[in-house]
């Protein structure tokens, strides 16, 4: 399918600039809810603006589904958390310029590439995503700024 740039913005950590995210959907969409609510294939694309330990990159991943899902919805989802956080520390350090990519394939599942490589089989569950993305677009974002952004506000 062919997939639109919905938007696209950086993830600051202080003054630091950490990545630039872009969301990518078939049609475009301005609120969290739309987004979430498509059942077509979506894909967010991180590109790393500085150098990051993986493993704290796989917790701040934990964290931030976390902080945006109760916590019976979380812990269903544990084992995929888990595996999701092995991807990364799988990898040591993600350095600056390195990409990795959470696609939603319909029928298939959450699909994750890191350096071009895909990593293992698809997450089956279909609230996986969903709980990916909340990182970004949820009650309780990494960052407003980047969400705003993702979501095609202006800045």
Same mark, same amino acid.
């Given at each position: 399918?062919?997939?639109?740039?919905?938007?696209?913005?950086?993830?600051?950590?202080?003054?630091?600039?950490?990545?630039?995210? %872009?969301?990518?959907?078939?049609?475009?969409?301005?609120?969290?809810?739309?987004?979430? %609510?498509?059942?077509?294939?979506?894909?967010?694309?991180?590109?790393?603006?500085?150098?990051?330990?993986?493993?704290?990159?796989?917790?701040?991943?934990?964290?931030?589904?976390?902080?945006?899902m109760d916590k019976a919805s979380f812990s269903k989802?544990?084992?995929?958390?888990?595996?999701?956080?092995?991807?990364?520390?799988?990898?040591?350090?993600?350095?600056?310029?390195?990409?990795?990519?959470?696609?939603?394939?319909?029928?298939?599942?959450?699909?994750?590439?890191?350096?071009?490589?895909?990593?293992?089989?698809?997450?089956?569950?279909?609230?996986?995503?969903?709980?990916?993305?909340?990182? $970004?677009?949820?009650?309780?974002?990494?960052? $407003?700024?980047?969400?705003d952004a993702l979501l095609g506000k202006p800045q």
């Amino acid at each position: 399918s062919d997939l639109a740039l919905n938007g696209a913005g950086v993830r600051y950590k202080a003054v630091f600039k950490v990545y630039a995210a %872009g969301l990518y959907l078939e049609k475009g969409a301005s609120t969290s809810a739309e987004v979430f %609510g498509m059942s077509g294939p979506k894909r967010l694309v991180v590109t790393m603006l500085r150098e990051i330990d993986s493993a704290e990159l796989g917790k701040l991943f934990s964290r931030g589904m976390e902080d945006n899902m109760d916590k019976a919805s979380f812990s269903k989802l544990v084992p995929g958390v888990l595996r999701m956080g092995q991807i990364f520390s799988d990898h040591k350090k993600l350095l600056s310029g390195d990409q990795f990519m959470v696609d939603w394939l319909p029928g298939t599942g959450t699909q994750v590439t890191v350096r071009g490589i895909v990593q293992g089989q698809p997450f089956k569950e279909p609230e996986f995503f969903n709980a990916l993305l909340g990182i $970004w677009l949820g009650n309780h974002p990494a960052d $407003w700024k980047l969400k705003d952004a993702l979501l095609g506000k202006p800045q």
